[in-house]
């Protein structure tokens, strides 16, 4: 698991283990690499979080802890996707009430501005 070797001081061997077998399986939940996937370190926070809240069977911390991470995933996907702004918004939605105003006035020509007639 990547930690530091200040954090192994304050678990004991016992504990480090039931943290170990936590880690690879919520590796192996996610199908990710407890090696070298980029997420590792947040996944070994999390398994040393909920560790730390008093939780000791390894198989409920894995998949509580890639519960987490599965959140943790959903929410930066959302947070990262643009969104339109609100001028964009705006925007469209102006284009919508004139398309629909259009759809509704086809044929009138006498509610058209001047400078469109």
Known sequence: ???????????????????????????????????????????????????????????????VAANREISLEFRDITEDSSRPTMRERVTAGQIAAALSENDGNSGKEDDQPESVK
């Open 1 to 63: 698991m990547p930690f530091s070797r200040t954090e192994e001081l304050t678990y004991s061997s016992a504990d480090w283990q039931i943290m170990e077998h936590a880690f690879s399986q919520a590796s192996a939940l996610l199908k990710r690499s407890p090696k070298t996937d980029p997420r590792a370190n947040r996944l070994a926070r999390n398994v040393m979080m909920f560790f730390d809240r008093g939780m000791r069977d390894p198989d409920l911390i894995a998949a």
